[in-house]
């Protein structure tokens, strides 16, 4: 089983951090950029399915077909947990390391597209407050950390869920 999370979480981690280091680095170039949270949300559902074909692969290759809805889960959540984890090493690190201010940067993205939107001026005083007090909550490493678990982990567990419920399967008894 150890193997077939490992290989599963790390391919999903990968994708997913490489993702998410590539955006921060698009957004550092460009605080003006547009994006779309839809389309972040979509891929990395997306991205999450590997979830799926990770409960399966351990269902058919290690218990013969048969899998119980809490085990399906169970293997889906650590691949979930895995890929996450990879996620907010990779991100975290390429934030302290290679990208500070970052959360200056994302400050003006956030800003900009709320201008875009029609935002009054007392709703982007409201914003940039909001924001300066994320970026000194986001000081604390822990603080950092969960909010990073928080941005996919919640996903990948739903997805694991959901795969789960497809993939459950009992042995026929006679």
């Known amino acids: 089983m150890e193997k077939n999370l490992l290989i599963f979480g790390l391919i999903l981690g990968a994708i997913l951090a490489s993702h998410a280091v590539y955006m921060m680095h698009l957004l550092m170039q460009n605080p003006n950029m547009v994006s779309n949270d839809l389309v972040g949300y979509v891929a990395m559902i997306v991205v999450f399915s590997l979830t799926f074909f990770g409960i399966r692969n351990y269902r058919n290759k ?41 959360l200056d940067k994302y400050t003006e993205h956030v800003l900009a597209m709320a201008t875009r939107n029609g935002a009054t001026p007392n709703q982007l005083d409201a914003k940039a407050t909001e924001l300066a007090q994320f970026k000194e909550m986001y000081k604390n490493p822990l603080f950092a950390i969960l909010i990073s678990y928080a941005e996919v982990l919640p996903v990948g567990l739903v997805v694991a869920f959901v795969s789960s419920l497809f993939l459950k399967r009992k042995p026929a008894t006679a």
């Open 62 to 102: 290690y218990l013969n077909g048969f899998i119980s809805l809490g085990q399906a889960f169970k293997t889906g959540a650590l691949i979930a947990l895995i890929g996450s984890t990879v996620y907010v090493v990779a991100g975290l690190s390429y934030y302290y390391l290679f990208a500070p201010d970052f």
